[in-house]
């Protein structure tokens, strides 16, 4: 049974370019969120998905961030043209349904690097 | 209002003693209190959470106490090891309501080193 997938773990980028993160949630799990931990920082929301929905994105930069989570795939975080303080580990979690007693499972992120 | 304030930054301890982990929150609509544990390299786990409709929460060595009326929470464990070695993040949101449930403030976590 295998937990949440996120990959690459390790992504390097110049200034400008684009990052592509990936994440696929556990089996049975509709609800994807990422999350962003910049180092010696607690984890900070960014955007919660449903299937094809975006449901809550208020912790997303106004610019160059953007996310989705088609029917068919992985839910994709997107960062274009990008700068040195978007270096950070984002984690993804996912849970089986919204509400209560639905706890978090969180990927093991993956560490962008912006040079 | 959304804050959690999470003390001590780092926390040493020897094998066999007790470490606390505390947090304070300012949002009295926070109804779920979870801490999770990180490894190097990994994601959060979830480890132990909580409720306000209880004072107190115990799974095996760890344990959530939870202060509602001075908005406060903390996780102590018990006979601590050097496997419970890693940052421990406080968190809280809102349970009310689907699109809440993942929105988690969590605290700038806790460092825990357990000296054999």
């Known amino acids: 049974n295998a937990g949440v997938m996120q990959n690459p773990r390790h992504l390097v980028r110049r200034r400008g370019q684009e990052a592509r993160l990936r994440c696929s949630p556990m089996?049975?799990?509709?609800?994807v969120y990422w999350y962003r931990q910049l180092p010696e920082e607690g984890l900070k929301f960014m955007v919660y998905?449903?299937?094809?929905?975006?449901?809550?994105e208020s912790g997303m930069p106004k610019e160059r961030f953007s996310a989705e989570f088609p029917k068919e795939g992985p839910s994709i975080l997107r960062i274009q043209q990008v700068v040195r303080g978007d270096s950070a580990a984002y984690f993804c979690?996912?849970?089986?349904?919204?509400?209560?007693?639905?706890?978090?499972?969180f990927g093991n992120g993956t560490r962008l690097t912006v040079t | 209002q959304q804050q959690v304030k999470q003390s001590p930054q780092s926390l040493i301890v020897q094998k066999g003693g007790i470490s606390i982990i505390n947090c304070a929150y300012e949002?009295?609509?926070?109804?779920?209190f979870p801490w999770y544990q990180q490894f190097p390299g990994k994601g959060p786990a979830l480890l132990i959470a909580?409720?306000?409709?209880?004072s107190e929460k115990k799974e095996g060595r760890f344990t959530i106490s939870f202060n509602k009326s001075a908005k406060q929470f903390s996780l102590h464990i018990m006979d601590s090891q050097p496997g419970d070695s890693a940052t421990y993040f406080c968190?809280?949101?809102?349970?009310?309501?689907?699109?809440?449930?993942?929105?988690?403030?969590f605290g700038q976590g806790t460092i825990l080193t357990v000296h054999p």
């Open positions: 979690a996912s849970s089986p349904f919204g509400g209560a007693n639905s706890p978090l499972h």
């Open positions: 089996k049975g799990h509709s609800h």
């Open positions: 998905l449903q299937k094809e929905n975006i449901i809550d």
């Open positions: 949002n009295t609509a926070f109804d779920y």
């Open positions: 909580i409720r306000p409709d209880v």
């Open positions: 968190a809280a949101s809102l349970s009310a309501g689907g699109t809440s449930y993942g929105k988690l403030t």
